[in-house]
């Protein structure tokens, strides 16, 4: 890998971190366990490694964005996440913020061919 790919990586590391939260919190008004909601997000064109996903969702938790629920009716016991009222509030405003960002960033290259 050159140096340039090397760079390249690092830099879209840092811009998949907080595209990956913003995801998540879209993905979480009906309830869903880890591995379906890596799933999803895959097919939706957001892949996640679930080394990834699950610190973000407990730290979501932690901050009162999600709130969660253990099923233990099937064979394996799952922790379902739902997003909640504050987490709600926090998408709307990270997503019309997403929407100014891409706008702009589309204003930018237009200028810049």
């Not at 590391?13 to 309830?31: F, N």
């Not at 990834?52 to 099923?71: N, V």
Request: net charge neutral; hydrophobic share 35%; charged share 30%.
């Amino acid at each position: 890998m050159s140096e340039v790919d090397e760079l390249v990586d690092k830099l879209l590391q840092e811009l998949r971190r907080g595209t990956i939260t913003i995801g998540v919190l879209s993905q979480l008004d009906e309830p869903q366990y880890g591995y379906s909601l890596v799933s999803i997000l895959s097919e939706k064109g957001m892949p996640v490694e679930p080394g990834t996903l699950y610190p973000l969702l407990r730290r979501l938790e932690k901050q009162g964005l999600l709130e969660s629920k253990w099923d233990t009716n099937e064979g394996r016991p799952r922790k379902y996440y739902l997003v909640s009222r504050k987490g709600k509030e926090v998408f709307a405003q990270l997503k019309n913020e997403w929407k100014s960002i891409v706008g702009n960033m589309e204003g930018l290259f237009r200028e810049n061919g």
